[in-house]
């Protein structure tokens, strides 16, 4: 003979399994959210810039050279 406790374990999960059966029935489809484009920073053109020009216009600014 099978065991109480055993019995209702099942009785209990197939209850569980009904309850979660009807509430993805009632569920309604979630709307996707649309994405948002990243702005683009904008970079420092000191960089890309040529440096030279700058250092020798400090030196002569500074040494006079």
Not at 27 to 54: M, S
């Amino acid at each position: 003979m099978v065991g109480i406790e055993r019995l209702r374990g099942h009785l209990f999960k197939l209850q569980r399994k009904k309850e979660d059966w009807k509430g993805k029935k009632q569920k309604k489809k979630k709307k996707k959210k649309k994405k948002k484009k990243k702005k683009k920073k904008k970079k420092n053109l000191t960089n890309k810039q040529n440096i030279l020009p700058l250092v020798q216009n400090m030196l002569i600014f500074c040494y006079g050279y």
